[in-house]
Nanobody
Framework: EVQLVESGGGLVQTGGSLRLSCSAS????????LAWFRQVPGKEREGVSC????????YYSDSVKGRFTISIDGAANMVYLQMNNLQPEDTAVYYC????????????????????WGQGTQVTVSS
């Protein structure tokens, strides 16, 4: 059974940094894509970043490009999201998700293509 457990959320001031962690179990990273999404109440869940562990291919949404970095520790089955220069608009519940790769490519960073989800961790950026 695939399980994803996020941690590392919290309250931070504008311009600050946080590192989110996702502990994954029940599957091997090869052949999967690991991703981070976020959601604000009343809005649709938004793709933030994803990574394909087999070839280290990464993708970032325009809203976080240059500020966030996704990484993995395959030996520990961990996925990380380093978030720098946080802004109030980054406030959201952040979710770790996974799904199978599409051959040599990653599926679009859209919630419907992701099969398994964590419970989320709250990130709040104060202005």
């Amino acid at each position: 059974e695939v399980q994803l457990v996020e941690s590392g959320g919290g309250l931070v001031q504008t311009g600050g940094s946080l590192r989110l962690s996702c502990s994954a179990s029940g599957f091997a990273f090869d052949g999967y894509v690991l991703a981070w999404f976020r959601q604000v109440p009343g809005k649709e869940r938004e793709g933030v970043s994803c990574i394909s562990p087999s070839d280290s291919l990464t993708y970032y949404s325009d809203s976080v490009k240059g500020r966030f970095t996704i990484s993995i520790d395959g030996a520990a089955n961990m996925v990380y999201l380093q978030m720098n220069n946080l802004q109030p608009e980054d406030t959201a519940v952040y979710y770790c998700a996974t799904t199978l790769t599409w051959g040599r490519t990653m599926p679009p960073l859209i919630p419907k293509w992701y099969r398994d989800w964590g419970q989320g961790t709250q990130v709040t950026v104060s202005s």
